[in-house]
């Protein structure tokens, strides 16, 4: 094991698993596993929360919703499990998943077990081992880019997920939805976000040709080979994938792209190394994506203000939950600040037109 892909931690207090009768549970339920059973939890991550199985021999990871959900579609755990159960046969860095549960004796809320993808994962900040020089740096990022516009590529009804979601006027539903969810988890108020929320309401583009869509495609949630960095091993945390606007995907991941030259505060929001020298730009990272696949981007800037729109909310949603009591993780006690951040570049796009 490449001990770089090992950021498990001791579970979280008030996030602990109940040990024993899942020790019972996957030794009837997955095949040639004995105990004992060891539980560690994944330290990245704000939504889902992910651990660390060791069952005996064998290593697994286990996906549930969080403590103190209230947003129940967005931690569908049995959606999750069947796009992921479709996905990895026709798309390598899809994880196997080998166990669906919802069964309330066994765990309060349903989850699932999946295959352990062996790699690194890149944040911030990055191990002193791991060296990034800008042709690394920039074989990496096209990677991820390619990536993105592979499985944006996949016929995703011959992969038994046509019915996933509802392309048709798929842009305007997300971007009142991500309005209308922002509502509900607003602790303050920020102008920056009114007026995003409206310049995006007022600027629709046209639908364009559905694909299936990862929604969260960024550094973080990539798991890249150890003896090839610039190679993607596995794409994680698929909870909000589903048949709808390829470029609203692609707007999400340039809204986590930041750029040397943004400024301090965006940077030091940064999970991943996207500014590092050599890296494509936002405006590179688009274009490379337009030549993998034909698509128009020229209208790219409403979706990367849709990306920074909606990262808000997330995080937004997220400290909402710690404000209201529903977590006590302290990592949530400041993302206020970071909705501020991102409203703001949301907000200045706007004003100066550049991506």
């Not at 960024?218 to 091993?233: E, F, G, M, Q, S």
């Not at 995907?249 to 400024?263: N, R």
């Not at 990272?285 to 997330?314: P, Q, S």
């Amino acid at each position: 094991m490449d001990e770089r892909s090992d950021d498990s931690i001791p579970v979280r207090s008030g996030e602990e698993l109940p040990v024993s009768g899942l020790e019972d549970y996957f030794t009837r339920h997955l095949p040639g596993t004995s105990g004992p059973l060891t539980v560690r939890q994944f330290a990245g991550g704000h939504s889902n929360l992910t651990y660390l199985l060791r069952l005996g021999e064998a290593d697994f990871v286990l996906r549930r919703a969080p403590f103190g959900n209230v947003v129940k579609s967005a931690h569908d755990m049995a959606r999750e499990y069947r796009v992921l159960s479709k996905l990895w046969p026709v798309y390598s860095p899809a994880p196997r998943p080998l166990l669906f549960c919802d069964d309330p004796t066994v765990m309060d809320v349903p989850f699932y077990v999946m295959e352990r993808r062996q790699g690194i994962i890149l944040r911030r900040p990055i191990a002193p081992d791991i060296s990034i020089d800008p042709p690394t740096a920039r074989r990496l990022s096209t990677s991820l880019v390619d990536a993105l516009a592979d499985l944006h590529g996949l016929d995703y009804n011959a992969a038994g997920l046509g019915d996933l979601g509802k392309p048709n006027g798929y842009v305007a539903r997300q971007v009142g939805g991500w309005i209308e969810r922002y509502a509900k988890a607003q602790t303050s108020e920020l102008p920056e976000m009114e007026r995003t929320a409206r310049w995006l309401a007022d600027h629709l583009p046209p639908d364009s040709a559905p694909a299936l869509i990862h929604n969260d495609f960024k550094y973080d949630n990539l798991v890249l080979d150890p003896h090839d960095i610039t190679r993607v091993a596995a794409v994680l945390d698929w909870e909000m994938a589903t048949v709808g606007d390829p470029l609203m995907d692609l707007g999400t991941t340039l809204g986590y792209w930041v750029e040397a030259g943004d400024p301090p505060a965006l940077r030091l929001s940064a999970t991943g190394p996207t500014d590092l020298d050599g890296n494509l730009t936002r405006r590179e990272l688009a274009d490379r994506y337009a030549e993998r696949t034909g698509r128009d981007v020229k209208g790219i800037r409403f979706f990367y203000v849709f990306g920074l729109y909606k990262i808000a909310v997330i995080v937004q949603q997220i400290y909402a939950r710690y404000v209201r009591g529903h977590t006590r993780d302290p990592r949530f006690a400041r993302l206020d600040g970071l909705v501020k951040v991102l409203a703001e570049q949301a907000d200045g796009t706007i004003g100066t037109g550049r991506l």
